[in-house]
C-alpha cells in the first residue's frame, strides 16, 4: 500500500516570508513518481513538479523550489518571498510505476499568504 | 486542445436520481481517472481506465459506473444519488508515467 501525509493541513504567512509544505510519503515499489499540483482558490488543480525515484536532485523554479530526500521518503516544496497569489491548497501525490500506476494523494495544505 | 473538458459545472439532485458526469480529453491520453474531492480528505479515486474498453474501480467506487467506449470519453454515472455523494467530482488523463491533467470540475450536490 502507498500513502502520503501531509501533516500540515493549513499554513498561514506575511507576504514575502519564506514557507515550507511538507510531504512524507510510504510505498515499497523502488521506482516511483512524486508530483505537486496547486489548487487555487478558482479550483482548478495544476499541475507543478514531477520528480521520479531515480533523481534525487532538488529542482529550483523561480521562487518554487523542491527537495526530495529519500532517505527520509520526503519530498518537501519551499514557497520563497511568498506572494498572495500563492494562497491556495497544495497536493502532494505519488504514483505506482507499473500497471495502472495508480496515483495517491495526500490530503492538501492550504495556505493563506497574508498581505 | 481543449485539454480535459467536463461537464455539468454544477448539478443539483435529489435523492436517487441518477445521472451522468461527462470528461473528455483531446490529448490521446491512455489514462484517465474520476477522483471526488471531500474537505479533510484530499482526492480520493473513483474508478479509473488504462485504456478503451478497460476500467476499474478505485478507492471508493460504489454508487459509481463508468465506461469507456472511446479513447477521448469517460462518463461517470450515478446510479441513485445518496446525500453521501455530494462532493467535486475531478476527471483526469495522463499520458503512461506522466502528470495527470483535470478538467475544471463538477460541484454536485445532493437533497
Known amino acids: 500500500a502507498q500513502k502520503v501525509t501531509q501533516a500540515q493541513t493549513e499554513i498561514s504567512v506575511v507576504e514575502k516570508e519564506d514557507v515550507t509544505l511538507d510531504c512524507v510519503y510510504e510505498?515499497?515499489?523502488?521506482?516511483?513518481?512524486l508530483f505537486w499540483y496547486k489548487q487555487p482558490p478558482s479550483g482548478e488543480l495544476v499541475f507543478l513538479i514531477r520528480?521520479?525515484?531515480?533523481?534525487?536532485q532538488n529542482e529550483i523554479s523561480g521562487r518554487y523550489s523542491w527537495n526530495f530526500q529519500k532517505s527520509t521518503s520526503s519530498f518537501n516544496f519551499t514557497i520563497t518571498a511568498s506572494q498572495v497569489v500563492d494562497s491556495a491548497v497544495y497536493f502532494c501525490a505519488l504514483r505506482h510505476s507499473g500497471g495502472y500506476q495508480k496515483v495517491t494523494f495526500g490530503i492538501g495544505t492550504k495556505l493563506q499568504v497574508i498581505p | 486542445n481543449a485539454g480535459v473538458t467536463q461537464t455539468p459545472k454544477f448539478q443539483v439532485l435529489k435523492t436517487g436520481q441518477s445521472m451522468t458526469l461527462q470528461c473528455a480529453q483531446d490529448m490521446n491520453h491512455e489514462y484517465m481517472s474520476w477522483y471526488r474531492q471531500d474537505p479533510g480528505m484530499g482526492l480520493r479515486l473513483i474508478h479509473y481506465?488504462?485504456?478503451?474498453?478497460?476500467?476499474d474501480q478505485g478507492e471508493v467506487p460504489n454508487g459509481y459506473n463508468v465506461s469507456r467506449s472511446t479513447t477521448e470519453d469517460f462518463p461517470l454515472r450515478l446510479l441513485s444519488a445518496a446525500p453521501s455523494q455530494t462532493s467535486v467530482y475531478f476527471c483526469a488523463s495522463s499520458p503512461r508515467g506522466n502528470e495527470q491533467f483535470f478538467g475544471p470540475g463538477t460541484r454536485l450536490t445532493v437533497l
Open positions: 520528480r521520479n525515484s531515480f533523481d534525487e
Open positions: 481506465s488504462v485504456g478503451a474498453g478497460i476500467t
Open positions: 510505498t515499497r515499489d523502488t521506482t516511483y513518481y
